[in-house]
């Protein structure tokens, strides 16, 4: 039950709620309501599992950098709470059971499964080599939605998915924008590790101008979205809320002065996923 509990505590299972939200907003968008509950458990399913695989195997590969960075060297397997071995064996039943979700849902999702587990693994190594770690890691998170809009679609590479895609490039610069104001922590730590991060290459100042530009290309995409799926003003309010937290998240940092970011990036990320989600889900429910 310890290691249950430190395996938890390792992938932050708790913040699920930043992806997952996004994930049911391309389930409700491509059923054009609700699914059947069918998709919907297969669909929380793989998004749960998904996230477990990609949040094991990054702790997994980035055990050793981990151990020497001040700020997250008292993690369960730095500090021993968790095995190595549990890990291993955390990423091999999340990802049989992702395979599970996809087999179940339907062939497409099934034959998109080895590019999302490419990614779900891949972005991990992502920071060793290129500055753009950023991005590769929103571009995963962003398969969530087009992931649940397969699921229920079956069909992604058709004119009439096209909010599909608007929805995995809003993720890619939502979360990307995100992860360059949490890097900001480690600039000096990645510079020293010769590791990839904007932080690291150009400075904090940069990294926090990307990020809001990032956060910019974000908003115009969900815009793009809400006109793409003909949606209400429900929805148009609900995303003027995200503009708002978006601005508020940006307030909170600034290049000399980290001392917010864990409630910019813990707190408003989920108050930004629910409020699109619920937003979107009553102005279909609503039409």
Known sequence: MKQLKAFLDLIKFEHTIFALPFAYLGMVLAANGLPTFAQFFWITVAMASARTLGMSFNRLADRTIDARNPRTASRPIQTGKISVRTVVIGVIVSLLVLALAA????PLTLMLLPGAV????GYAYAKRFTWLSHFILGFTDGLAPIGAWAAVRASVFTAQDLPAW?????????????????????????????LYSIPAKWGNRVALLLAKISHAFTIILLAGVGVAMGLGIIYWIGLAAVIALLAYEHSLVKPTDLSKVNVAFFNINGYISITIFVATLIAIMLR
């Open 103 to 106: 087999w179940a849902l339907n």
């Open 166 to 194: 608007l929805l995995l490039f809003a993720l890619t610069f939502w979360i990307g924008g995100f992860d360059l104001i949490y890097a900001c922590q480690d600039t000096e730590f990645d510079r020293a590790e010769r």
């Open 118 to 121: 490419i990614f779900l693994l």
